[in-house]
């Protein structure tokens, strides 16, 4: 089995059989012999660039359909609703044998210059190498003060700074966005004491059904990015979270929104899942 990062990047080579808008692409080799998310949205993202190869992914909004096999390659096929000299607009669907996995509405742009005006909160300083931390899927250095495997409950928000290996720039979109699709539903299980993103299948069940990734600036993967995300609301067996993509001068690069379902097991205790008081920002 080859290693993560050469897979994923393996995965992302995708290849036209016939046209200019059909596109076949591996899947991940992953334990769990699922398709994640992740690799369903930078593949999305992949396969807009190569249908309009003069335009950026200006934003990407996916509804996940069907849980994907890991064994089987996905074809994506793409129809262009508008292609003009500035904008275009995709639709794309994911397809393996069985069913459509996911489809995404993309807006591509044409880069242009004019003024620029950003208002968030400063960043500060990327973390030294004692708060490296290993996320399951991420095959790049990460760095995190927060612990999302930490069962005491805490705020539904979680920092962590991320830089790949060198790679090139264009594939920047496409690997932030994998990179989006993995922490939204753990920082939104923080202020849950006793429960932490490990325990899917057992104490709850969770899948993502959209996800959104926005594009601001041209930015690289290989150099440290800052996602700072926010999960404002649990309810209703959903969970919705938000983030930031930031580069370390403080430049706002990407942003992303997620809604997954999240179902907490019913054992008959009623107290299981203990939502600690919400604290607001400053506390």
Known sequence: MPDLWTDLLGCLDLRGPADDSTFDGASQQLNYHRVFGGQLLGQFIWAASLTCPDKAVKSVHTVFAREGRAADPVRYHATRQHEG?????????????????ASSAVSMHAVEDGPENQDCEAVSAVLDDD??????????????????????????????????????????????????????????????????????????????????????????????????QHSPVLAHGRCFGRGDVLTEGGELVASYAQEALLRFRDDGDNNRAHIAPAQSVGE
């Not at 000299?85 to 996995?101: D, E, G, K, M, N």
């Open 85 to 101: 000299r500035s904008f275009a607009s995709l639709t794309i669907t994911a397809h393996q044998p069985h069913a459509v996995l």
């Open 131 to 228: 708060h490296r931390v290993d996320l399951d899927l991420i095959p790049w250095e990460t760095r995190s003060a927060d612990d999302l495997s930490a069962v005491a409950a805490g705020p539904p928000r979680f920092e962590v700074w991320m830089r790949t290996p060198p790679v090139d720039a264009h594939l920047a979109p496409a690997l932030t966005a994998y990179a989006t699709d993995l922490t939204l539903i753990g920082t939104a299980l923080r202020p849950i004491e006793g429960y932490t993103h490990s325990g899917n299948g057992t104490l709850f069940t969770s899948a993502v059904t959209s996800h959104t990734v926005w594009f601001h600036r041209q930015f690289r993967t290989d150099r440290w990015l800052l996602l700072r």
